[in-house]
């Protein structure tokens, strides 16, 4: 899943034992049907057989078909539009997280927007609040040892960022929420405690009676802080075999979640490169089983950001692709795909060496992704499945050919069918931050192919730019065109109103606004 790093505001994120959290809804929900996903922006992507399911920023989204039709759960029934944070399957289970952001003095705050799961592979739902406690602090049994835990009572900076699920338990990764277990489908939840950054594993045979807090903030209480009790991941191999990706590190344990051992970019000879780990995958193939992590560096200035991965269970590691923000991990076979801010790569032969995808262009619709930036990443068979702020988009890969010879382009659109007009989105936009699209639609007369110009013009009628000239378009489609904010001379314009110009073949010209705003 796409995953932000987050300063931790201080805020009093109050800890105790987790008290039920009853699920409020449980009902048949089909979803509603659309040619589109639900939202431009991806954050997950989960492929289970035909089935592609989509976290996007504004709710979940599932095609069975390819991307022809879209199965969208936002707006109805236990699910509101809030974005999906993370997506776990095990079977028929489906279980999702919500996040949304709020305001908190001033500052923009993730904040958990609860758990949906399905027990009949999206049939009904039910939906859980954010996992949260009551008291202030709390204490909890570790063996014989009594450890002292913060309770958290608010979904402010609680938001969940990964799930993983085993035969018996839920296991949700949340950032201020830390890492938490169900055995009852979210009925009640257990705090998991992981080493604090003073010790590099826990056991409950060991003497740690009140040694260290479970507590990812100091706040007003008068705890210990521990990145490595702020989770961004987690991961189930088996269901003893797990691992947690915190801001301190990776967390292993074998027994089931008891006991814990830490792997951390200061504490290994062979280490991971990063301690902030937003992302964890186990490849399997040939008897050969790797440990996939997404590492990112956290405040020692010796960690750099890229993928570290280990085939020794966690004794060793091997970094790759430094330099490189990863978001996501997708495995096909002996075929790694790492989501990243630089695009798509992918890897046959064990992070050796690494092809990144070329532009991806849609060569029916025209549809192209103007950032590189890739947060999901999903395979099926051949398939892979990858999204991010540009949309959706899928190819067939192949050895001969990687990332395919076409990719196809998911992008969502108010249609304008038959009628004779245009807009443009985002609007305003921020040409730093992406750019502006300029959605029109083609008459079906039987004329074929349309030569179409767009230009773009500042307030005073003064041409500013010619996005395209003369193009030639298919009759019966919608199209975007991209303006990136900068003029003919490929400088950046000035904060203000745009107007452009659609002009189709000798037809009477559309006119729309855009607002410039830096």
């Given at each position: 899943?796409?995953?932000?790093?987050?300063?931790?505001?201080g805020i009093c994120l109050s800890w105790?034992?987790?008290?039920?959290?009853?699920?409020?809804?449980?009902?048949?929900?089909?979803?509603?049907?659309?040619?589109?996903?639900?939202?431009?922006?991806?954050?997950?992507?989960?492929?289970?057989?035909?089935?592609?399911?989509?976290?996007?920023?504004?709710?979940?989204?599932?095609?069975?078909?390819?991307?022809?039709?879209?199965?969208?759960?936002?707006?109805?029934?236990?699910?509101?539009?809030?974005?999906?944070?993370?997506?776990?399957?095990?079977?028929?289970?489906?279980?999702?997280?919500?996040?949304?952001?709020?305001?908190?003095?001033?500052?923009?705050?993730?904040?958990?927007?609860?758990?949906?799961?399905?027990?009949?592979?999206?049939?009904?739902?039910?939906?859980?609040?954010?996992?949260?406690?009551?008291?202030?602090?709390?204490?909890?049994?570790?063996?014989?040892?009594?450890?002292?835990?913060?309770?958290?009572t608010v979904p402010q900076q609680n938001?969940?960022?990964?799930?993983?699920?085993?035969?018996?338990?839920?296991?949700?990764?949340?950032?201020?929420?830390?890492?938490?277990?169900?055995?009852?489908?979210?009925?009640?939840?257990?705090?998991?405690?992981?080493?604090?950054?003073?010790?590099?594993?826990?056991?409950?045979?060991?003497?740690?009676?009140?040694?260290?807090?479970?507590?990812?903030?100091?706040?007003?209480?008068?705890?210990?802080?521990?990145?490595?009790?702020?989770?961004?991941?987690?991961?189930?191999?088996?269901?003893?075999?797990?691992?947690?990706?915190?801001?301190?590190?990776?967390?292993?344990?074998?027994?089931?979640?008891?006991?814990?051992?830490?792997?951390?970019?200061?504490?290994?000879?062979?280490?991971?490169?990063?301690?902030?780990?937003?992302?964890?995958?186990?490849?399997?193939?040939?008897?050969?089983?790797?440990?996939?992590?997404?590492?990112?560096?956290?405040?020692?200035?010796?960690?750099?950001?890229?993928?570290?991965?280990?085939?020794?269970?966690?004794?060793?590691?091997?970094?790759?692709?430094?330099?490189?923000?990863?978001?996501?991990?997708?495995?096909?076979?002996?075929?790694?795909?790492?989501?990243?801010?630089?695009?798509?790569?992918?890897?046959?032969?064990?992070?050796?060496?690494?092809?990144?995808?070329?532009?991806?262009?849609?060569?029916?619709?025209?549809?192209?992704?103007?950032?590189?930036?890739?947060?999901?990443?999903?395979?099926?068979?051949?398939?892979?499945?990858?999204?991010?702020?540009?949309?959706?988009?899928?190819?067939?890969?192949?050895?001969?050919?990687?990332?395919?010879?076409?990719?196809?382009?998911?992008?969502?659109?108010?249609?304008?069918?038959?009628?004779?007009?245009?807009?443009?989105?985002?609007?305003?936009?921020?040409?730093?931050?992406?750019?502006?699209?300029?959605?029109?639609?083609?008459?079906?007369?039987?004329?074929?192919?349309?030569?179409?110009?767009?230009?773009?013009?500042?307030?005073?009628?003064?041409?500013?730019?010619?996005?395209?000239?003369?193009?030639?378009?298919?009759?019966?489609?919608?199209?975007?065109?991209?303006?990136?904010?900068?003029?003919?001379?490929?400088?950046?314009?000035?904060?203000?109103?745009?107007?452009?110009?659609?002009?189709?073949?000798?037809?009477?010209?559309?006119?729309?606004?855009?607002?410039?705003?830096?």
């Amino acid at each position: 899943m796409r995953r932000t790093l987050y300063v931790f505001l201080g805020i009093c994120l109050s800890w105790g034992a987790s008290f039920a959290q009853l699920p409020k809804h449980h009902q048949l929900e089909s979803g509603w049907s659309s040619p589109f996903p639900r939202s431009n922006t991806v954050n997950d992507i989960l492929a289970r057989q035909d089935s592609i399911w989509v976290g996007t920023e504004s709710g979940l989204s599932l095609t069975v078909n390819g991307g022809i039709s879209w199965i969208n759960y936002a707006g109805s029934g236990t699910f509101d539009e809030k974005g999906i944070s993370a997506i776990a399957m095990r079977n028929n289970s489906i279980w999702v997280a919500a996040g949304f952001s709020t305001k908190l003095n001033g500052e923009s705050v993730q904040t958990g927007g609860g758990l949906h799961y399905s027990t009949d592979h999206g049939t009904s739902w039910s939906f859980i609040p954010q996992p949260v406690d009551k008291g202030t602090v709390d204490t909890l049994t570790y063996g014989a040892n009594k450890i002292r835990a913060l309770s958290v009572t608010v979904p402010q900076q609680n938001i969940t960022f990964d799930i993983a699920l085993t035969s018996t338990a839920v296991w949700t990764a949340s950032w201020g929420g830390m890492l938490r277990k169900s055995t009852d489908l979210g009925v009640t939840w257990s705090r998991v405690i992981l080493p604090p950054d003073s010790l590099d594993a826990i056991k409950p045979s060991d003497s740690l009676n009140f040694v260290f807090d479970l507590s990812p903030s100091a706040g007003r209480l008068g705890l210990t802080a521990n990145n490595n009790h702020l989770l961004f991941s987690v991961y189930a191999s088996d269901d003893s075999t797990l691992w947690a990706g915190t801001a301190g590190g990776i967390n292993k344990s074998t027994d089931g979640g008891i006991s814990w051992r830490k792997f951390s970019h200061q504490n290994q000879a062979h280490a991971i490169s990063g301690n902030f780990v937003v992302a964890l995958k186990e490849q399997q193939w040939n008897n050969r089983r790797i440990m996939w992590a997404a590492t990112i560096n956290a405040n020692d200035p010796d960690e750099t950001k890229g993928v570290s991965f280990t085939e020794d269970g966690g004794e060793t590691w091997k970094t790759t692709l430094l330099g490189e923000w990863a978001h996501n991990i997708g495995i096909r076979d002996s075929i790694v795909y790492i989501a990243a801010d630089g695009g798509i790569l992918r890897s046959s032969d064990f992070g050796n060496s690494w092809i990144r995808s070329g532009s991806i262009v849609d060569p029916a619709n025209l549809q192209r992704f103007a950032s590189s930036e890739c947060y999901g990443v999903g395979t099926h068979g051949d398939t892979v499945w990858i999204g991010g702020p540009e949309g959706i988009a899928y190819t067939i890969d192949s050895p001969e050919n990687p990332f395919g010879s076409v990719w196809h382009i998911f992008r969502t659109a108010n249609q304008l069918g038959s009628k004779k007009q245009t807009y443009a989105f985002p609007n305003p936009f921020a040409p730093d931050n992406e750019p502006v699209r300029i959605h029109y639609s083609l008459a079906s007369d039987g004329s074929g192919m349309h030569n179409v110009s767009i230009r773009i013009f500042d307030y005073a009628m003064l041409p500013v730019r010619t996005v395209i000239q003369n193009a030639s378009r298919l009759g019966g489609k919608e199209y975007d065109e991209i303006w990136n904010g900068r003029d003919d001379n490929r400088s950046l314009v000035a904060n203000g109103v745009y107007f452009y110009r659609v002009e189709i073949g000798d037809q009477s010209p559309l006119w729309g606004k855009i607002m410039v705003l830096k």
